[in-house]
């Protein structure tokens, strides 16, 4: 068993540089949505300031990606909110084994974002179009429930083999 937990640990700079393009990604998306903001804003009280139609549209749009994307992060991180008052009153092994089954909840969580988000932007979303941009496909604005569901199993498959290399390293131990 420890050599397949080997191969596993020699993937994670695999996820090392995925976790740092999407938070990359974020950052570029708050900087996006705090300049579109300003200008808006900036735009309704300064009159050489363009306040444009489209830029409540596209900071919702942008909020959205940035809220499931660093859901995922917050996920490899393990800094999601979860219940802990009764880890120390379990026994260890119960503790790991209920973690395990919440990670593959969350796993399918992640896999019905992927089919279900991805059917909706797909059909839904390429029908419609923004109302303050009519060339602008409204797929963009379904889109980041398919993108979050893959950066999800993706972090989560790496919490996963964590949990489970826990509980047989644990028992190993004993």
Known sequence: MPKFFNTLDRVKPIYDIAYKVILLLCKILLIGDI????????????????????????????????????????????????????????????????????DILVLALGIVMIVVGGEYAITIGAKGYYPSMPTLSRFWMYFPIPLAGVAMVIFQLEVLFQNIK?????????
């Open 166 to 174: 826990r509980f047989y390293i644990d028992k190993e131990e004993s």
């Open 35 to 102: 300049l579109i903001t300003t200008m808006a804003v900036a735009g309704r009280y300064i009159s050489f300031i363009p306040d444009p139609a489209w830029s409540e549209q596209i900071v919702l749009t942008l909020m959205s990606y940035l809220t499931v994307l660093s859901a995922a992060l917050a996920i490899r991180k393990r800094t999601h909110i979860r219940m802990v008052a009764f880890d120390e009153k379990l026994s260890r092994n119960l503790v790991i084994s209920l973690d395990i089954l919440s």
